[in-house]
């Protein structure tokens, strides 16, 4: 099989001449789009068992998916490393600002200031006119990268829609609204879900798109939220998003780190096609095996090699952890870091991707 229709395969459903490999961060073309030494070594080893992904834009933000026609940089400054960037959203009730910081080397954006930091600022946000964004159109396939045919599958990406509620303010105001305000949320979280309806519906209009990813659930999972929000917010307003995407003809992709073993089963029950990263203790809350139990062959998982081990153990360790994400049995199964490298890769990091790539190989065929 290809890698990509290995991987669709797998998530799919049917069965596979091996369990997929994703490494993330690692997708890539060609290794010589990749700067970091050590990263172009394990791209260059794992090239032909892995897929890329190429983007179909959705421009989804998390700024209530305001038309980017309303926002605009006004300043940029870059210090130690560091770019900070101011951003105005003009609307017709007055002006919105937020402050970013972004650092190039982790890959890495943090939140200086919020937009909203009132009820007020709500008004003003939700009164901006609202439009598909330029740009948000069903792909245009005429002139694909080579090997596109093996290795590629078409991708748009998407954030659960109260994630684009949550995420213009604070995160303790946004839990204080749902505390105080939460049918205002409910009533913001469905203006989000419609705008992102309209947006997949022209990226998918001519199903060629494979592939959805959706995440911003973990937001809301334990001890984050409680039980309640989590069926409101989330499993109410993503089950629709997934249909959607169905509808579409594509696979939809649901992503959460921390604590799933309680969320797992209302994964499955919203019809999602394949769910990561599934983290074992002390990360998360599930091993592998476990999540494999849990799903019962309704779902593909991905998992389950944490980013932590392959940065800071041993490969003896990497080894074990890389074994254990093997338990369970194979059946719907991506084997899978839970995230990527952050800054460039030691000598340490790049041994422990040999090693656990070594037990991919040895275990991943399917008989």
């Known amino acids: ?27 890539r073309v060609r290794p010589g789009d990749v700067a970091d030494p050590g990263r172009r070594e394990i791209v260059e080893r794992v090239l032909d068992q892995t897929h890329f992904w190429v983007d179909a834009p959705t421009k989804v933000n998390r700024y209530l998916v305001t038309d980017p026609r309303y926002m605009k940089e006004v300043w940029r400054e870059q210090s130690n490393g560091n770019i900070t960037v101011v951003e105005e959203i003009d609307t017709p009730k007055g002006k919105l600002t937020s402050v970013v910081g972004r650092n190039k080397i982790s890959d890495t954006d943090w939140t200086i200031k919020y937009p909203v930091e009132s009820l007020a600022d709500i008004e003003k946000i939700r009164s901006c006119p609202w439009d598909i964004p330029p740009g948000v159109v069903r792909p245009d396939l005429s ?9 590629g599958i078409v991708q748009s990406s998407v954030s659960s ?10 995160y303790e105001t ?33 199903k060629n798109v494979d592939y959805v990813w959706m995440g911003g659930c973990e937001w809301l999972t334990p001890p984050m939220g409680s039980p309640r929000l989590y069926e409101e ?38 019809g999602a096609d394949f769910f990561e990263p599934c983290e074992p203790p002390p990360d998360g809350d599930i091993t592998f095996a476990e ?5 019962a062959g309704r779902i593909t998982l991905g998992g389950n090699v944490e980013a932590r081990i392959l940065e800071n153990e041993d ?8 074994r254990a994400a093997f338990d369970g049995g194979k059946r719907r199964m991506v084997f899978q870091t839970t995230a990527g490298p952050l800054s460039t890769m030691s000598l340490k990091a790049v041994a422990n991707y040999h090693r656990m790539i070594d037990i991919w190989e040895e275990l991943s065929p399917i008989p």
């Not at 002139?143 to 290795?151: E, G, I, K, N």
């Open 1 to 27: 099989m290809t890698p990509s229709e290995r991987l669709l395969t797998t998530i799919r459903g049917r069965a596979a001449d091996r369990v997929p490999l994703i490494l993330e961060k690692f997708s």
């Open 143 to 151: 002139c694909l990268p080579p090997r596109f045919d093996q290795r």
């Open 161 to 170: 829609p109260f994630v684009c509620v949550a995420g213009m303010m604070a």
């Open 174 to 206: 946004f839990l204080e609204l749902c505390a105080t305000e939460l049918e205002l949320i409910k009533e913001l979280t469905a203006i989000c879900t419609d705008r992102i309806f309209r947006i997949l519906d022209a990226v998918l209009a001519n």
């Open 233 to 270: 917010l989330v499993q109410a307003f993503e089950a629709p998003i997934i249909e959607r995407i169905h509808a579409g003809g594509a696979i939809a992709h649901v992503h959460c780190h921390g604590n799933v073993h309680s969320t797992l089963e209302l994964v499955v029950e919203r």
């Open 291 to 295: 999540a494999k139990a849990l799903a």
């Open 315 to 322: 490969v003896d360790t990497v080894e074990r952890a890389s």
